[in-house]
T-cell receptor, first 114, second 109 residues
Framework: IAGITQAPTSQILAAGRRMTLRCTQD?????MYWYRQDLGLGLRLIHYSNTAGTTGKGEVPDGYSVSRANTDDFPLTLASAVPSQTSVYFC?????????????FGEGSRLTVL | GQNIDQPTEMTATEGAIVQINCTYQ??????LFWYQQHAGEAPTFLSYNVLDGLEEKGRFSSFLSRSKGYSYLLLKELQMKDSASYLC??????????FGAGTTVTVRA
């Protein structure tokens, strides 16, 4: 089934540990995004990539890093997790970066940092 | 940056109509989206407005007034499965999508 796959679905992590959330899409979309969703705050953009080889910072980038080595993969890394990074993380893609377009979301990764 | 405001919660009866308002303030505007999100699931696309006016798609309609910084999502003939959060999102000149906090709609029998 075409779409976006995120892994892991859920993870409990000790503070200070390194964690990478994986995101893979098979729709050949140019643009990919990472959002976090917290109760009462909605979806907030962490990092984005308009095309393979480029990345940019969103609204809440601190404590996170991304890479975009190819079109399909867009991993999000927490170098040293803190409890405030407890959230649900959504990866999304759109057909064309740099132009308005419908976002397609993965099913989310629920991360708890203790 | 932008401010996107929408009500936190709304409750309506099955078969009724509910209107979810969204107001926004942006430095540049390139369109407004509405997404639906059921509890524990990913958001899914409902509508996109870039010009003023009403866009109708089945039981759902979305309206935009750019001069007023205002949109609404109209849900008609409500069904139990419409119980979900509805997210208003705006694209600015940098073409990144920014979301409001969402409106949780509860449909009661």
């Amino acid at each position: 089934i075409a779409g976006i796959t995120q892994a892991p679905t859920s993870q409990i992590l000790a503070a200070g540990r390194r964690m990478t959330l994986r995101c893979t899409q098979d729709m050949r979309h140019n643009a990919m995004y990472w959002y976090r969703q917290d109760l009462g705050l909605g979806l907030r953009l962490i990092h984005y990539s308009n095309t393979a080889g480029t990345t940019g910072k969103g609204e809440v980038p601190d404590g996170y890093s991304v890479s975009r080595a190819n079109t399909d993969d867009f991993p999000l890394t927490l170098a040293s997790a803190v409890p405030s990074q407890t959230s649900v993380y959504f990866c999304a893609s759109s057909a064309a970066g740099g132009s308005p377009g419908e976002l397609f979301f993965g099913e989310g990764s629920r991360l708890t940092v203790l | 940056g932008q401010n996107i405001d929408q009500p936190t919660e709304m409750t309506a009866t099955e078969g009724a109509i509910v209107q979810i308002n969204c107001t926004y303030q942006t430095s540049g505007f390139n369109g407004l989206f509405w997404y639906q999100q059921h509890a524990g699931e990913a958001p899914t696309f409902l509508s996109y407005n870039v010009l003023d006016g009403l866009e109708e798609k089945g039981r759902f309609s979305s309206f935009l007034s750019r001069s007023k910084g205002y949109s609404y999502l109209l849900l008609k003939e409500l069904q139990m499965k419409d119980s979900a959060s509805y997210l208003c999102a705006v694209i600015e000149n940098d073409y990144k999508l920014s979301f409001g906090a969402g409106t949780t709609v509860t449909v009661r029998a």
